[in-house]
């Protein structure tokens, strides 16, 4: 197996084992990320060697992530040095570091190694049809009334889809990203139909013997699926990202055509009205009627997280350390004999965890990303990368509306799959629209060590 079929397998793994939570899956991970980063570096140094380049064939898009790339890692070493001499729970940060590190690979790996249209392509594929995977299992063990989990009896969240997370809500999440992807691909594929009858019925036969129906299907269980984990906000921030993306783009998108009007609003009409109808979109809003400040207790864990920050602007109380320092700051009013590992509010745990000056980093280069997602649909006259520069801002938007209320960031499938789109959103602005494995960082000229043009 080569490098790049191994990184699409470990794309697909992620959510397998529990979403990456337990210790030793993400460990597995962070050492596959390495080895291919390792072999990757390696293969780049041996090809600059074997055509005499004066510099590695780093792609555009590596080279034009620079500002990402420095604030990822820079945030890992703020997390080291805020081990040793900060954190209020040193070996929960210690047991935190190596985590980091694997998202700051990963993000290294991806713009080192998606460097084709093909191969972005690939990789959109893995993340769906690893979410199709999750959302038919956990469709069938929740429709069949099995409800297993991975190889083991649920617990908990019985009665929903959960695929092989223990959450629901994660599950959401999970599916919130790659159905993102998904829509993005399937706008990358449209087409006007011309010609005469004839040919617009050829057109039309050979759409649906192409992978875009395949694809039409899929996205189709995975909303059954996210409806069916009866997750508020995951509903609520998938339903948004696509109304407030769809308008980004038909108000920025270049050369859009009737073909992408009538698919943005097809996929509300009929994800909505017939989805939702036969799978129980009502039970979601039940839920969220009878959500109030009386029957959660996310609002003042929130509210205590905030405080724990306050105390603690600048250096924070120690990546990892939120479980063990949380009870000092819970107020009375939380009267749950339950450990909270997590707040169910990303930003307040990130700035309670990491500081100040290491959270705003991570928000600029989550914003950067945006910028570049925004910027695909409204520069590039390539229809694929404008597809997936769609897909990543409605990735960002969704994971962004969610986490307001849940910790799908804590989760390492999640967090390594948004910080995955994060990387894609560079190649979607960047990378140029040609089938070369050989797009590299640019404009300069690849010339011999001995000055003798190539």
């Known amino acids: 197996m080569n490098r790049w079929n191994a990184f699409l397998v470990l794309i697909f793994l992620l959510p397998l084992p529990y979403g990456l939570v337990p210790d030793w899956a993400w460990t597995i991970a962070g050492v596959a990320v390495f080895t291919l980063l390792a072999l990757e570096l390696r293969g780049l140094l041996s090809e600059q060697s074997k055509l005499q380049l004066e510099s590695p064939n780093i792609p555009i898009a590596f080279d034009r992530a620079t500002v990402p790339l420095v604030l990822i890692w820079g945030v890992q070493f703020c997390a080291l040095i805020q081990w040793y001499f900060f954190s209020l729970s040193p070996f929960d940060s210690l047991m935190s570091l190596p985590k980091g590190f694997f998202y700051a690979g990963l993000f290294t790996l991806a713009l080192l190694m998606i460097n084709t249209q093909k191969r972005t392509e690939q990789v959109v594929w893995a993340v769906v049809l690893a979410a199709g995977f999750q959302a038919m299992y956990g469709s069938v063990m929740t429709l069949t009334g099995l409800e297993y989990g991975l190889f083991i009896q649920k617990e908990h969240y019985k009665g929903v889809a959960t695929g092989t997370y223990v959450n629901r809500n994660h ?30 019925l050829r057109q039309f036969v050979r759409m649906l013997l192409s992978s875009k129906v395949l694809l039409r299907l899929l996205l189709a269980i995975l909303v059954i699926a996210l409806v069916l984990t009866r997750s508020r906000m995951g509903n609520t921030a998938f339903f948004a990202s696509l109304m407030v993306t769809g308008a980004i783009a038909l108000f920025m998108m270049r050369n859009k055509t009737k073909s992408t009007t009538i698919l943005l609003g097809s996929l509300l009409i009929i994800d909505i009205a017939i989805v939702g109808t036969f799978f129980g979109v009502e039970k979601v809003a039940e839920r969220l009627q009878s959500t109030s400040s009386q029957t959660e207790s996310r609002d003042e864990v929130t509210r205590d997280t905030l405080k724990m920050f306050k105390s603690y602007p600048i250096s924070g109380v120690g990546a990892g350390a939120f479980t063990h320092v949380y009870p000092v700051f819970k107020g009375d009013d939380v009267r749950t004999p339950l450990l909270y590992q997590h707040a169910h509010n990303d930003y307040a745990q990130f700035l309670a965890e990491f500081g100040l000056p290491a959270s ?33 801002t409605m990735a960002i938007i969704a994971i962004g509306i969610h986490s307001m209320v849940d910790f799908n960031l804590q989760i390492p499938a999640n967090a390594a799959t948004f910080v995955l789109i994060l990387a894609l959103a560079a190649v979607a602005r960047w990378t140029p629209h040609s089938s070369s494995r050989r797009s590299t960082s640019g404009r300069r000229r690849r010339r011999r060590k001995h000055g003798t043009s190539i």
Do not use: H, P
Request: proline share 0%; glycine share 12%.
């Open 171 to 200: 599950l959401a999440g999970y599916l919130e990203l790659a159905i993102a992807l998904g829509v993005g691909l399937l706008l990358a594929q449209t087409a006007d139909y011309k010609g005469s009858v004839r040919q617009r």
């Open 360 to 392: 705003f980093a991570l928000f600029v280069m989550v914003l950067w990303s945006l910028r570049w997602g925004i910027s695909a649909m409204r520069q590039r006259n390539s229809q694929f990368y404008q597809g997936v520069g769609f897909a990543c």
